[in-house]
T-cell receptor, first 114, second 116 residues
């Protein structure tokens, strides 16, 4: 069965420093996709970044990059130059099949200290 | 575009009552889904639809019904509410193109439901 594991319930980072949020996944599919979503205290789900299993290069979106290590089945999110507004819950998710079904991890709560 | 809209934003029900959570999208997306989020947990899929007239169960379907009569709307029905259904409910949609970002799910703002 497909599964997403986020082993860090909470993380602290100093403002302007980089932080890595861990995500490992388990799937027997050859084609899959990995997402990261941000959920601030207001509750909405904000799409950050996507990596397809066949993408040769790691995905990047502004200050976000996804460190994709296929052999290790990991898809860690790297946030560079943390800002106070980055304080939120972060969810890793995997696309199941070619449809839109997503499997989510339990999330990591990131707190950015001034 | 309004994106994905959900109503109501908040709802309190008594055990045994029924209600419908509304979800609509104006992006002509084929795929729509409902998730629930419990405290300290990620989102779990309740039901999904790959197009009008086609629905299927997700990971936690018990106690919920769905139907998809139009592309735009995907209501979630609670037939007899139970305290275990206290949760935040998110509706999401995605398009069907071959571009990478077509896999992106657009989430609604959520409905916070409390069952007493």
């Amino acid at each position: 069965a497909q599964k997403i594991t986020q082993t860090q319930p909470g993380m602290f980072v100093q403002e302007k420093e980089a932080v890595t949020l861990d995500c490992t996944y388990d799937t027997s599919d050859q084609s899959y996709g990995l997402f990261w979503y941000k959920q601030p205290s207001s509750g909405e789900m904000i799409f950050l970044i996507y990596q397809g299993s066949y993408d040769e290069q790691n995905a990047t979106e502004g200050r976000y990059s996804l460190n994709f290590q296929k052999a290790r089945k990991s898809a860690n999110l790297v946030i560079s130059a943390s800002q106070l507004g980055d304080s939120a819950m972060y969810f890793c998710a995997m696309r199941e099949g070619w449809g839109g079904k997503l499997i989510f991890g339990q999330g990591t709560e990131l707190s950015v200290k001034p | 575009n309004a994106g994905v809209t959900q109503t109501p934003k908040f709802q309190v029900l008594k055990t045994g009552q029924s209600m419908t959570l509304q979800c609509a999208q104006d992006m002509n997306h084929e795929y729509m889904s409902w998730y629930r989020q419990d405290p300290g947990m990620g989102l779990r899929l309740i039901h999904y639809s790959v197009g009008a007239g086609i629905t299927d169960q997700g990971e936690v379907p018990n106690g919920y019904n769905v139907s998809r009569s139009t592309t735009e709307d995907f209501p979630l029905r609670l037939l007899s509410a139970a305290p275990s259904q206290t949760s935040v409910y998110f509706c999401a949609s995605r398009g069907g193109s071959t571009l990478t970002l077509s896999y992106e799910q657009y989430f609604g703002p959520g409905t916070r439901l409390t069952v007493t």
